[in-house]
């Protein structure tokens, strides 16, 4: 190696130590804000040029009041129907045809299901054949009861006799009673057979399709009706202790972006030992926007909180910084303050920063 490379060799072992080096201090600097825009600070002569207290409008300044105002806890609550029935079969058969699929609406009485109803027909028609037949024995031995008297009163036949005739006259009596009954019983089963919808409302779910054997007590349909919809939620106990019957409350429905007034009609009064908590429903008026199972809050009263409001005309910003101009013995002072929510009235309230008292300045 001649003595040239070795210098080559050494130079290039210095330079790239030196530009990382470089690169470094340059990332500090960036980092640092070097080559970011300066906002310039603010002198106090500045601020007495740019508010001269001595001709401030004192007209167009605010004085910072504290106020009470009702505060709410925002308690997670559901849409549910308060009439909503299962539909299901009182009897083994099988199904022919359902009438109604989820979604459809439905009056009180309306045919939902009809169910197989050959078995059903031909036991009325033999019941009914056999409440015949036992009338006509009936009338048969009513006629001997009463030839057997006149014979008795003739003493032609003995008391023996007539007691058997009253004996038989009295046991197809019986007989007919309890077939009149079998008619009864198989009639109402085959009335069984077709499933009427108990209220007005809308079908939620089907469970079944036409070919199935419907099961006594499976569920088949489900409905409810859109015009008991009421809010339901579990309070916490301490909050639930302060509501009444009858209260008016706040209902918010997110997905609507809509805001309810209802009353409260039922607080049950037995706690969830688990989350110690008590169910509290409420009514609320009918839209046909609502759904069972949709989401909703209910904001529960919790007391009263302290509040400074502001006018928002008051405000500047610096970036995503907040602050307002006080006069402060005379002279202008800047106070960052930390905002909430913007009220109907053009005021902003304030979380911090600000006391009661305060004399805010206009900004210029």
Do not use: C
Not at 186 to 192: A, C, K, S, V
């Amino acid at each position: 190696m001649t003595h040239n490379d070795a210098k080559q060799g050494t130079a290039q072992k210095l330079i790239i130590p030196l530009i990382a080096l470089a690169l470094l201090l340059l990332m500090v600097a960036w980092l640092a804000g070097y080559f970011n825009e300066k906002i310039s600070p603010v002198t106090k002569e500045d601020l007495q040029q740019k508010y001269n207290m001595a001709v401030i409008d004192k007209t167009d300044s605010y004085t910072v009041n504290a106020s009470k105002v009702p505060i709410f806890e925002s308690v997670a609550a559901s849409i549910e129907a308060k009439q909503a029935t299962i539909i299901s079969s009182r009897i083994l058969a099988r199904i022919d045809n359902i009438h109604v699929r989820a979604g459809d609406t439905v009056k009180q009485g309306d045919l939902l299901i009809q169910l197989e109803q050959g078995d059903l027909k031909s036991q009325v028609l033999q019941a009914k054949q056999n409440v015949n037949a036992l009338r006509a024995r009936q009338n048969e031995a009513k006629q001997n009861l009463e030839r057997s008297k006149t014979l008795m009163k003739k003493l032609l036949i003995s008391e023996f006799e007539l007691d058997k005739k009253r004996a038989d006259y009295q046991s197809i009596n019986a007989e007919l009673t309890a077939a009149k009954q079998a008619l009864s019983q198989n009639t109402t089963r085959l009335q069984y057979a077709n499933l009427l919808a108990p209220i007005n409302g809308i079908i939620v779910n089907r469970f079944a399709e036409p070919g199935d054997t419907a099961q006594p007590g499976t569920k088949l349909l489900s409905l409810y009706n859109p015009l008991s919809l009421r809010v339901e939620a579990q309070v916490r106990e301490r909050l639930a202790l302060t509501l009444k019957i009858g209260q008016s409350i706040t209902v918010e429905l997110p997905s609507l972006n809509k805001t309810l007034v209802g009353q409260i009609e039922e607080i049950v009064p037995a706690a969830n030992t688990g989350s110690r908590s008590f169910l509290i429903k409420t009514r609320i008026s009918a839209n046909e926007n609502l759904l069972s199972g949709m989401y909703a809050r209910l904001l529960i009263p919790a007391g009263e909180q302290q509040q400074l409001l502001i006018p928002i005309n008051k405000v500047a910003q610096v970036g995503q910084l907040d602050f307002v101009w006080l006069n402060v013995n005379g002279e202008a002072q800047r106070r960052f303050v930390r905002l909430g929510k913007v009220q109907q009235n053009n005021m902003v309230s304030v979380i911090s920063g600000l006391m009661p008292g305060d004399e805010l300045m206009p900004q210029k």
